[in-house]
């Protein structure tokens, strides 16, 4: 079995935000947990207008350039770490206009949730969980909600180093990431073709 190829999606598109150091440091924690590539998705880099596709996304009748690549992108995907932070009790639009994008893509891939906010994402991460199990993900029992400190939330500079902020967490994330490996690896075994 080659090494499972999961997808860690920035969840926030905010000028100030620390989605991205946040994400590094999953995907850091994750090579050196599991054996398995990490590749950090930007939802910056991937400009999906709303409302764009005039057809239903489940039907997979897509007509923008953007929405081909970005199903290429996520169908190749062994798994998805999807990392957001909390905002009003929710996650942000853009991660969920990411995901309304497709359908069939989603399809029965494992997922991990690491949730973050002032009060740790938690809220967040039950909303994001329903979604993804309408279309039948499997995601992980372990969700990491990182509570971010009192000083963190009022700088909002954009900056954190996740290593310290987070540094009793970090077993967490290693927990969630492993049984996303598992959820991987367990597809892979039924995909293999019995010998003759």
Same mark, same amino acid.
């Given at each position: 079995?080659?090494?499972?190829?999961?997808?860690?999606?920035?969840?926030?598109?905010?000028?100030?935000?620390?989605?991205?150091?946040?994400?590094?440091?999953?995907?850091?924690?994750?090579?050196?947990?599991?054996?398995?590539?990490?590749?950090?998705?930007?939802?910056?880099?991937?400009?999906?207008?709303?409302?764009?596709?005039?057809?239903?996304?489940?039907?997979?009748?897509?007509?923008?350039?953007?929405?081909?690549?970005?199903?290429?992108?996520? #169908?190749? &995907?062994?798994?998805?770490? /999807? $990392?957001?932070?909390?905002?009003?009790?929710?996650?942000?639009?853009?991660?969920?206009? %990411?995901?309304?994008?497709?359908?069939?893509?989603?399809?029965?891939?494992?997922?991990?949730?690491?949730?973050?906010?002032?009060?740790?994402?938690?809220?967040?991460?039950?909303?994001?969980?329903?979604?993804?199990?309408?279309?039948?993900?499997?995601?992980?029992d372990a969700m990491p909600a990182l509570i971010l400190p009192t000083g963190q939330v009022q700088a909002n500079d954009g900056r954190i180093?996740?290593?310290? #902020?987070? &540094?009793?967490?970090?077993? /967490? $994330?290693?927990?969630?990431?492993?049984?996303?490996?598992?959820?991987?690896?367990?597809? %892979?075994?039924?995909?293999?073709?019995?010998?003759?």
């Amino acid at each position: 079995m080659s090494d499972p190829h999961f997808l860690v999606i920035i969840g926030s598109v905010r000028t100030r935000r620390i989605g991205s150091d946040i994400a590094r440091w999953v995907a850091e924690i994750g090579r050196a947990t599991v054996q398995a590539t990490f590749e950090l998705i930007d939802l910056r880099d991937w400009p999906l207008p709303m409302d764009a596709e005039p057809g239903i996304p489940a039907l997979g009748d897509y007509e923008q350039p953007q929405t081909f690549a970005w199903s290429r992108k996520v #169908a190749a &995907a062994n798994g998805i770490v /999807f $990392v957001t932070p909390q905002y009003n009790w929710g996650y942000p639009a853009p991660l969920k206009n %990411a995901i309304d994008h497709l359908y069939a893509e989603w399809r029965d891939k494992p997922a991990a949730i690491v949730s973050y906010g002032g009060h740790g994402g938690g809220k967040c991460a039950a909303q994001l969980r329903e979604v993804l199990s309408s279309m039948t993900m499997r995601v992980t029992d372990a969700m990491p909600a990182l509570i971010l400190p009192t000083g963190q939330v009022q700088a909002n500079d954009g900056r954190i180093d996740a290593t310290f #902020a987070f &540094a009793g967490d970090g077993q /967490f $994330v290693e927990a969630a990431l492993r049984q996303l490996h598992a959820l991987a690896a367990d597809d %892979a075994r039924r995909t293999v073709m019995p010998t003759v």
